[in-house]
């Protein structure tokens, strides 16, 4: 298992690995970023149904919880690797599932064992998207009977809504935990080097290793979000904290689950760019100062921003920026074409630009 690293203010996570039977240790930041509607939100593959209305009275919740589960928790498959085990649900009726890239790993074939079968059914790859943690494989003997899971809208998420996360924690199948969203428009970095997941989901539902990959659902019976990280307390002698897991926005799934079931890979991001390739520099007390530009994308937002290699970072669109991770996650709060405030550092001088961001 790779463990992440975390910026100066950020808590620890730890992803949630194919591997059901792993302990898991990583490390990941998250900081404070909008819940602003993203183009991925506004794109999507209009799967998401009108909204009925969740139960609001007490003595409807017991039959509320039941009827949830045992609509969606027939989407939610056990996918098997050469690594372990994860979690995946059905997207379409043409037997497409999705799931985390890091759940898939660098495999090419799977085993998957869905819910109304007693047998694993053979499935490919897609492509797997690293970036955004997310991957598509395909079943190559499709059954008769699918159902694929309705994904809600990710703008209509909001903190203190019960939520149920199902999967295949630690290899034991179709399980289910309860919880609420704790809060939205998070981004979570995996550690210098490693992917920055933007706009994420924070739930207290009991996400564990195996999780990833599956289904966290609202009372509706919509997928909201893909269980991917939960966070780990290093207070508590790198023990799993309990009540802090993060999941990727139902909308980003559908935007970038669309892209790649239709052109292999993914044509549109909807990420942001500064067009630099950086590293962490410290300072008089070694402690990170913030992130220094070793080389420049020719024409690219930083450049016609008019830095140059050499330059630290140390503010990006009112986000610090103390090393590599920090300024990643500063980058995953903001969109493709916007201008962000910058504040660098050249030759002991504090100084501004304004930046006109790219696309990864």
Known sequence: MRHMSQSQTSPSLTRLTAAALCAAALLAGAS???????????????RAAS??????????????????????????????TEDGLGSGVVYDDDGHIVTNA????EGEEFEVLLATRQQPVPARLV????QQDLAVIELTEKPDRL?????????KVEVGQIVLAMGNPLGLSSSVTQGIVSAVGRSVSEGEGQATLGNMVQTSAAINPG?????????????????????????????????????????????????????????????????????????????????????????GPAERAGLRPGDVIVRLGGEDVTDVVSLSEALAAERPGERVELTYVRDGDRREARATLGEV
Do not use: K, W
């Open 32 to 46: 404070g970023c909008t819940a602003d509607t993203t183009a991925a939100e506004e794109a999507g593959s209009g």
């Open 51 to 80: 909204d009925p209305p969740e139960p609001t009275r007490s003595g409807e919740l017991q039959d509320a919880y039941e009827d949830v589960v045992q609509e969606v928790l027939p989407s939610v498959v056990q996918i098997t």
């Open 102 to 105: 890091h759940v898939v790993g």
């Open 127 to 130: 492509t797997a998207y690293p």
């Open 147 to 155: 159902r694929p899971a309705t994904f809600g809208d990710s703008r």
């Open 211 to 299: 999780n990833s990959g599956g289904a966290l659902v609202n009372l509706s019976g919509q997928v909201i979000g893909i269980p991917t990280l939960a966070a780990r307390d290093p207070g508590l002698g790198g023990g799993q904290a309990p009540g802090i897991g993060f999941a990727i926005p139902a909308s980003t799934v559908t935007f970038l689950a669309d892209q790649m079931i239709e052109h292999g890979r993914v044509v549109d991001s909807g990420r942001a760019a500064l067009g630099v390739t950086v590293r962490t520099v410290l300072g008089d007390g070694f402690e990170p100062a913030g992130a220094a530009l070793v080389d420049l994308t020719d024409d």
